[in-house]
């Protein structure tokens, strides 16, 4: 395998590029800007001719497809955005790799987020796609372009769909890591007030720590089938709720909750809980990190970086 990353310097992308290096794979990755980072390039993903210079030059046997626009809540209001930055950019992924060498294997990242609102739990890969959100349409739309390039290009993509996937190093606006710094700020004394905002704690979710993702990405890449879609998940359900009482069990400072609506999408799903049979039939993957290790690894990483003063 020689591999290459768009989205490189991402949260996910940043996991999956020291994964591979651990297993002396040569990587690649693309940014949007330059980069002192050797082996990173900077690329528009708009530019088909941009993108097909890079494949030229790089020649990777796997292109891992990390870059796009990720959060659900901001695409209501950022929808040509997510278009552009996640189906338009995927559709010049590949026309490039088209033109150049139409063996290359592409694993595009979609979401749960495609499957919408959903009757029968958990989800597998045969269920239909109801998607509310501008980002889960922009995803759907790409699993749907990849099946189409497949078919009718015969080009070797494989589409994974990870359900909500947590780590140290998520930046803020997503759960884990709004709680977790809201948490961090008051018991470092950074915060006035002790007074915590947060959204919906009913919902129900499908979390997966991002080193165990990244894993799933690998064992896809490496035994996965053309054309074919796996979920990355769980496959258990957690209520938001209970991610925040574990947060605050880390907290010896009395912590005052407060909704916020400002906080809670348009459409929001209630509960989504996944199906990862098909995966680990394919490659014995299962989840290794625990969720409460997951969020202890969170709060310490938010905890740090909002003590340590940048260099």
């Not at 991402?10 to 002396?24: D, P, T, W």
């Not at 606006?173 to 809201?182: E, K, N, P």
């Not at 014995?284 to 997951?294: A, D, V």
Request: proline share 5%; hydrophobic share 40%; glycine share 6%.
């Amino acid at each position: 395998m020689k591999a290459l990353i768009t989205g490189v310097s991402g949260f996910v992308g940043q996991y999956l590029e020291k994964f591979l290096i651990a297993r002396s794979i040569p990587v690649y990755g693309t940014t949007r800007t330059k980069n002192n980072e050797k082996n990173w390039l900077p690329l528009d993903l708009m530019s088909e001719d941009q993108i097909a210079s890079i494949i030229k030059k790089i020649k990777p046997s796997h292109i891992f497809h990390l870059a796009g626009f990720s959060n659900v809540h901001d695409s209501w209001n950022a929808r040509k955005e997510v278009i552009q930055a996640n189906v338009i950019a995927t559709m010049n992924l590949f026309e490039a790799v088209k033109k150049v060498n139409k063996d290359i294997r592409i694993i595009t990242v979609g979401s749960s987020e495609e499957y919408g609102y959903v009757e029968t739990m958990p989800v597998t890969e045969k269920a239909p796609l109801n998607p509310i959100s501008p980002y889960g349409v922009s995803k759907a739309a790409i699993s749907m372009m990849g099946r189409q390039y497949v078919r009718g290009d015969g080009l070797d993509i494989i589409h994974v769909r990870p359900f909500n996937h947590i780590g140290p190093g998520q930046r803020r606006g997503f759960v884990t890591s709004d709680f977790a710094y809201q948490i961090a700020l008051i018991d470092a004394g950074k915060r006035q007030s002790r007074k915590m905002k947060i959204g919906n704690l009913e919902a129900v979710r499908d979390f997966t720590d991002v080193r165990d993702i990244i894993a799933a990405y690998y064992e896809i890449a490496v035994n996965g089938n053309t054309g074919d879609v796996y979920n990355v998940c769980s496959g258990i359900g957690i209520k938001v709720k209970m991610i925040l009482e574990v947060f605050l069990s880390y907290s010896s400072t009395p912590i005052d909750i407060v909704l916020d609506d400002q906080k809670k999408s348009p459409a929001e799903i209630k509960s989504i809980v996944g199906s990862n049979e098909k995966l680990i039939t394919l490659t014995n993957w299962r989840p290794q990190i625990k969720l409460k290790q997951s969020l202890k690894d969170i709060y310490e990483y938010w905890y740090l970086k909002i003590n340590i003063p940048p260099n």
